[in-house]
Nanobody, 124 residues
Framework: VQLQASGGGLVQAGGSLRLSCAAS????????MGWFRQAPGKEREFVAG???????????YYGDSVKGRFIIFRDSAKNTVYLQMDSLTLEDTSVYYC???????????????WGQGTLVTVSS
């Protein structure tokens, strides 16, 4: 699985940004996908994950720090997963990594596949 993330950039606090991650390789629908982030000097943090359980049913998971502000969704026709980030704060400044695994992407797990990071900078 190859993952190509995009959409990072500079945004003011309170603003919004949408990240995209295009997947190629093996069957997109067979994989759970999501996002982790890591800021300088900080530990890697789970952001969000979306898992397909069959019959067009998806489950979304979120890290505590982004619940209610971020939404993860996927477009199976485009083999792409998105992260809509709203009400951004300075603490959201980080490098965001798109990830994928055959098991659900959740906190506490280390996904098998990682894309290159995309930098999100939130300014005051």
């Amino acid at each position: 699985v190859q993952l190509q993330a995009s959409g990072g950039g500079l945004v003011q606090a309170g603003g919004s940004l949408r990240l995209s991650c295009a997947a190629s390789g093996r069957a997109f629908s067979a994989y759970s996908m999501g996002w982790f982030r890591q800021a300088p000097g900080k530990e890697r943090e789970f952001v969000a994950g979306i898992h397909w359980s069959g019959s067009n049913t998806f489950y979304a998971y979120y890290g505590d720090s982004v619940k209610g502000r971020f939404i993860i969704f996927r477009d199976s026709a485009k083999n792409t997963v998105y992260l809509q980030m709203d009400s951004l704060t300075l603490e959201d400044t980080s490098v965001y990594y798109c990830v994928a695994d055959s098991s659900p992407v959740q906190a506490g797990r280390d996904p098998r596949y990682w894309g290159q990071g995309t930098l999100v900078t939130v300014s005051s």
